[in-house]
C-alpha cells in the first residue's frame, strides 16, 4: 500500500518534527486514503511550506490502529533522518507527522513516497479476565472445527481463535459488549488460496471491548452485516451472518480476541467461554466439541 506524489518544491522554513500531531500551514501537494473500510480509512497528506516537505498520516477511524512505515525519498532530505522503518500507534482520529523534509536543489523534480502496512488495535492494550459467551443464538448447536494453535491457520500471531461450523445464513451474536468499530461487507467469493487471508477480501465485524482488545467475527455472507458504526452492542445481540468469504473452504464462523503486535501482525490473546449454565468459571474451547448456545440475549 502506497501513499505517495511527485512534486517539484521550492524553499526552506521551519515546522515540526515528526511525531508531532498538529498540521502546520502549508499547501496541500497531494491527498490520498488507505486502509478503508467502513467506519473510518488512513488519510496521507503531503504538505509544501517554503522549502519544507511534510507528510502526515491520519486515523479516521474511532478505534486506535498501528502502522509500520517505510519512507522513499529521491531529491530531498529529511530533516530528522528516519530509520529504513519505523511503528505509529495512531489514537482514534489523531494526525500525526510520519516525515519531514528539505529540498536539495533549486530545479527539478522530487519524489517522496510512504510505503504502509496496517492493523487494528493498539500494541499496549491486555485483556482483563472476562468469560465470553458463544456467539450464536440459543438453542442452536454446533461444532468447533478448529481451536487454539490449529494446524490449518491457526499459528503465529493468529494461534488464539476459534473455528465453529456456522451453516451459511447462520445469525452470529456478540460474545461480550462492546462498541463496532468498523465492519467489511463487500466481499463476494471464498477458497483455499491464502491470499484470500486479507481483510478486504473477508467480510467481517469489529467489536472493541471495554478493556481495549478487540473481537473479531469473520468469514460473514456477502452483504451479512447487521450493525452499525459506533453501534453499542450487548452480549447476544446478533452482528451478523455467517458465511464462507476469504481464505474459507467451506462456511464458518471465524472468532478471536486481539490487539496489534505491530502494523502486520495481531497479537491474539486466549480466552474462555461460558459453555453451560453452571460453567461460571469457563471452558477453553477444543477442537471437536460441541457447545449449545443457552443464554438469553441482555436487554436494556
Known amino acids: 500500500m502506497f501513499a505517495a506524489a511527485t512534486i517539484r518544491a521550492p524553499r526552506p522554513s521551519p515546522g ?3 511525531g508531532e500531531s498538529s498540521i502546520e ?11 478503508v473500510f467502513t467506519g473510518g480509512s488512513l488519510g496521507f497528506t503531503l504538505h509544501q511550506s517554503g522549502n519544507r516537505v511534510t507528510h502526515w498520516i491520519r486515523n479516521g477511524y474511532q478505534v486506535p490502529v498501528t502502522v ?10 529529511p530533516v530528522v533522518s528516519p530509520p529504513r522503518a519505523k511503528t505509529l500507534v495512531l489514537q482514534p482520529r489523531q494526525n500525526c507527522l510520519m516525515a519531514a523534509y528539505t529540498r536539495t536543489g533549486e530545479a527539478g523534480t ?6 504502509f502496512r496496517a492493523m487494528f488495535g493498539d500494541p499496549g492494550v491486555s485483556p482483563t479476565p472476562y468469560v465470553y459467551a458463544v456467539p450464536f443464538r440459543a438453542p442452536a448447536v454446533f461444532t ?6 490449529g494446524r490449518f491457520s491457526h499459528t503465529g500471531s493468529n494461534r488464539y481463535a476459534i473455528d465453529f ?3 451459511e445464513g447462520t445469525v452470529v451474536t456478540a460474545a461480550r459488549p462492546g462498541l463496532v468499530v468498523a465492519t467489511h461487507d463487500r466481499a463476494l467469493t471464498g477458497g483455499g488460496d491464502p491470499g484470500l487471508m486479507a481483510l478486504e477480501h473477508v467480510n467481517w465485524v469489529l467489536v472493541q471491548h471495554d478493556d481495549g482488545t478487540l473481537a473479531e467475527y469473520a468469514h460473514l455472507q456477502p452483504h451479512g452485516v447487521l450493525v452499525a458504526i459506533g453501534q453499542a452492542v450487548r452480549r447476544g445481540e446478533p452482528l451478523g451472518l455467517s458465511g464462507q468469504t476469504g481464505f474459507a473452504t467451506l462456511p464458518h464462523l471465524h472468532f478471536s480476541v486481539f490487539t496489534a503486535q505491530d502494523g502486520q501482525r495481531k497479537r491474539t490473546f486466549p480466552f474462555v467461554l461460558r459453555t453451560q449454565p453452571s460453567d461460571a468459571a469457563g471452558h477453553i474451547p477444543l477442537a471437536g466439541e460441541t457447545y449449545t448456545a443457552f443464554e438469553v440475549p441482555e436487554v436494556g
Open 165 to 167: 461450523d456456522l451453516p
Open 68 to 77: 509500520d512505515l517505510t519512507p522513499h525519498y529521491h531529491g530531498v532530505v
Open 110 to 115: 522530487m519524489q517522496v513516497a510512504m510505503d
Open 144 to 149: 468447533v472445527l478448529q481451536a487454539f494453535n
Open 25 to 35: 500551514p502549508g499547501r496541500v501537494l497531494q491527498a490520498s486514503q488507505g486502509f
Open 16 to 18: 515540526p518534527s515528526p
